[in-house]
């Protein structure tokens, strides 16, 4: 008997188990946009055309969206996109080059969303990033890879700005997109400040109060003290923002008629 072979991860999506952070109108239509799997995880992302048609109101279908995206006018992190199905997640750096516009991803509390905050140009050139992975490779370079899959080698013996000791996976840094160089680092630690990124309370951010670490567990307890109390969750949805304030804004109250509503 021939035995078949896995299919794989499906090209489509449909609407009604779209993630909660889609912006789309849940019963108009069957299917929505998939971004593609490598970049983020598909719960807190959103592909590129989405964020142009539903959330900026460029284009009204999706042939509109990928006339857009062959002009070159799109980029993310300061590199051109032209991919309808580009996955935006957390902190990436949406640009306009036509009109000039600048946002940050971010997620917001209102309906547990991802928002298009908008930036000024010297913001534009820095970007937080959470290290998800830290090894030495080859030549005895030490390798970080963040949490929007970026790679970046680093040299032991060079004069670093931050010390590579440092740096630790949960650790965020504040990342140079034009230097390529970290220019902050702030440790996932108690009495920083964090942002949840995940589950139930996405969009909240407040001061560590407490890790707890679990026995026989890899994942932690993070306790917060937010606007709404002391709110706890894991590690794997904790992002680090800054140390005594938070370093980016994050929208805490979003009118009816923003940019997010469809």
Not at 173 to 179: G, I, R, Y
């Amino acid at each position: 008997m021939k035995q078949m072979g896995s299919k794989g991860t499906s090209r489509h999506r449909k609407r009604l188990s779209a993630a909660i952070t889609y912006p789309i109108e849940r019963k108009h239509g069957t299917f929505t946009i998939s971004p593609h799997p490598s970049r983020t995880k598909s719960e807190i992302a959103i592909p590129l055309g989405i964020a142009l048609r539903e959330m900026l109101g460029y284009a009204k279908t999706l042939s509109e969206v990928k006339k857009i995206l062959t002009k070159d006018y799109i980029k993310v992190d300061g590199i051109i996109r032209s991919s309808y199905k580009f996955a935006l997640g957390p902190m990436d750096i949406l640009e306009i080059t036509k009109t000039g516009e600048l946002y940050r991803i971010t997620p917001y509390r209102g309906k547990r969303r991802l928002y298009l905050n908008p930036i000024s140009k010297a913001e534009s050139n820095l970007k937080l990033l959470q290290i998800h992975k830290k090894t030495i490779v080859k030549g005895n370079l030490i390798q970080l890879v963040f949490h929007d899959g970026r790679n970046l080698l680093l040299n032991p013996e060079n004069d670093n700005k931050i010390p590579i000791n440092d740096l630790s996976p949960k650790d965020s840094v504040l990342f140079n997109l034009e230097t390529k160089e970290i220019e902050a680092h702030f440790p996932f630690a108690e009495n920083n400040i964090g942002l949840i990124i995940g589950g139930h309370n996405l969009g909240l951010y407040g001061k560590i109060h407490e890790i707890e670490t679990q026995i026989g567990r890899k994942v932690r307890t993070v306790m917060l003290e937010t606007d709404e109390g002391e709110i706890k969750t894991t590690d794997n949805h904790s992002f680090i923002i800054g140390k005594v304030k938070a370093v980016i804004e994050i929208p805490q109250i979003v009118e009816k008629d923003d940019q997010n509503e469809p």
